[in-house]
């Protein structure tokens, strides 16, 4: 008998279908992947089994009997707990504190709080989690964005749940933390927990999850065992297209140098970066995180000026001290943050996509509304934007359009003649990922100049022209397509013992 079953669920919103009928089933024990790109259902489906919202039609069943879950605290109640893709700590609270939010432990029968044990209690998971160097008592606050996820992951342990889902887990942990994660996932299914597996990345389904259910247009479309779909069946399913058709045609066209990094040194951030990008070129960057990689294209847009070296932009010197300056010298960058660096989130999309062209709607210093509405209504429609309204707040957007918001605001610079992209399919769906993929590679054919820095290897693989590693802030070796093999890219990365092949060029 299955754990748990959704039985032809459904549910809408103001007459529009966001669930249309999802049916699946999964034993305890057993890493379920949910898979689909945005829009799918998948964020309405983890409501209604979280509590957020109810189902209009079917059923929701756990050890085959029929559950009312009317909201999160039933779902709590039935040992359901959710960590979802945003992060739902308090920063002004501790560690501990937020990981025993409504269930701190108390001295006797008083209302005082045992911090001892809070603290114990917050340490012991934390360190079967695999980070017991994480300080219960520390202020959430004073930790990187990776460790409050963990954190937000812990949280939802500290109940030893029956059903855990997770939405994109580890999209902002490093790939050690990713594996003790993974470690976690895996003991948790032995030891008969269920868990649901939501995430982008389809290297990690195949990694964790013991069978598959692919969400389309809000109705589930198909299910296996892991072993029994193929990523070229998966990502059909999916998008309605093959795998071979995920990533554009490499044109080959390259030109004149548009930029020249020569020498550039930060500290001991990164040191002696030299080279070079063309007209009409991608070139992809490469490396495992704390490799140095963000640091380098931060220094070349400004943001984090280098100390030492010289950047070349079209033969002039472009050693930029700010953003803007880059802006002015026809540089745009995409930034890995999108929500932290890139988009103003409680500000409408109309604005946001408006933020980099000023001077083409005010070129008096007073916005012309009409003018703004037509050029960001032209991009939206260019990049099919999917919005309600262009006044609505960017927050309200998917992760794949919001992502379509910030490349929409540098599309609509003039004259830009270098883009660089920090992780630009970041938590976007496959499908927004192929048309991400393809306007990257129409500016390239247009003789724009592309720097894509990714630390998905199928991605920097499949796009790139030619590819820079990068380990230990400095360039290890630079390799052409013809020697683009993930072990050797990762041998590069990680240190490994990697020699030089015909057309690859070791730094």
Same mark, same amino acid.
């Given at each position: 008998m299955p754990h748990l079953a959704v039985s032809h669920i459904a549910k809408s919103y103001d007459g529009n279908p966001a669930v249309r009928d999802i049916s699946f089933e999964v034993a305890g024990g057993r890493v379920l992947a949910l898979c689909g790109e945005n829009g799918a259902g998948k964020s309405t489906l983890m409501k209604m089994l979280s509590g957020a919202t109810t189902p209009d039609a079917?059923?929701?069943?756990?050890?085959?009997?029929?559950?009312?879950?009317?909201?999160?605290?039933?779902?709590?109640?039935?040992?359901?707990?959710?960590?979802?893709?945003?992060?739902?700590?308090?920063?002004?609270?501790?560690?501990?504190?937020?990981?025993?939010?409504?269930?701190?432990?108390?001295?006797?029968?008083?209302?005082?709080?045992?911090?001892?044990?809070?603290?114990?209690?917050?340490?012991?998971?934390?360190?079967?989690?695999?980070?017991?160097?994480?300080?219960?008592?520390?202020?959430? #606050?004073?930790? #990187?964005?990776?460790?409050?996820?963990?954190?937000?992951?812990?949280?939802?342990?500290?109940?030893?749940?029956?059903?855990?889902?997770?939405?994109?887990?580890?999209a902002v942990i490093s790939a050690a933390e990713a594996a003790k994660l993974f470690d976690k996932v895996r003991d948790l299914a032995a030891n008969g927990t269920t868990v649901l597996y939501i995430s982008h990345r389809l290297e990690e389904v195949y990694a964790i999850a013991d069978e598959i259910v692919v969400l389309k247009d809000g109705r589930s479309v198909l299910s296996g065992e892991v072993a029994e779909l193929s990523q070229e069946r998966l990502i059909n399913a999916m998008v309605g297209r093959p795998l071979s058709a995920i990533f554009p045609e490499r044109r080959g066209t390259a030109g004149r140098p548009v930029l020249e990094v020569e020498k550039l040194s930060l500290g001991e951030v990164f040191q002696d970066i030299s080279f070079e990008v063309r007209a009409g070129e991608i070139v992809g960057m490469f490396g495992l995180v704390g490799s140095g990689r963000t640091e380098i294209a931060k220094a070349i847009f400004g943001a984090t000026p280098a100390e030492d070296g010289s950047i070349r932009l079209n033969g002039a010197a472009a050693d930029f001290a700010s953003p803007s300056q880059a802006v002015r010298g026809h540089v745009a960058m995409l930034t890995e943050d999108r929500k932290g660096d890139g988009l103003a989130l409680d500000v409408s999309v109309i604005d946001n996509a408006g933020l980099a062209s000023f001077a083409r709607y005010a070129p008096k210093g007073v916005i012309d509304g009409a003018k703004r509405r037509q050029l960001v209504g032209e991009k939206i429609r260019e990049l099919a934007i999917k919005l309600a309204d262009p006044a609505q707040p960017v927050r309200q957007l998917s992760g794949g359009n919001q992502q379509k918001v910030v490349l929409a605001k540098w599309l609509l610079v003039e004259g830009i003649q270098l883009f660089i992209f920090d992780e630009p399919t970041r938590g976007v769906d496959i499908a927004t990922k192929v048309e991400i993929y393809q306007m990257i590679r129409d500016l390239a054919d247009s003789g724009v100049a592309v720097l894509m820095i990714s630390s998905e290897m199928p991605e920097v693989l499949g796009m790139a022209d030619r590819l820079l590693v990068v380990r230990g802030g400095r360039i290890v070796a630079e390799l052409l397509p013809r020697n683009f093999r993930p072990e050797t890219v990762f041998a590069h990365a990680a240190g490994l013992e990697a020699g030089a092949e015909p057309g690859e060029r070791l730094h």
């Open positions: 079917g059923e929701i069943l756990l050890d085959g009997k029929p559950v009312a879950i009317a909201g999160p605290s039933d779902a709590m109640a039935l040992g359901i707990r959710t960590v979802y893709q945003e992060l739902s700590l308090l920063p002004h609270l501790s560690v501990a504190e937020n990981m025993l939010l409504g269930r701190m432990p108390t001295r006797g029968f008083s209302f005082v709080v045992d911090w001892p044990e809070a603290n114990r209690i917050a340490a012991r998971v934390l360190a079967d989690f695999g980070f017991p160097e994480i300080d219960p008592a520390a202020l959430v #606050s004073s930790l #990187s964005v990776a460790r409050q996820q963990i954190v937000e992951i812990a949280k939802a342990l500290v109940a030893e749940p029956k059903i855990l889902i997770l939405d994109e887990p580890t």
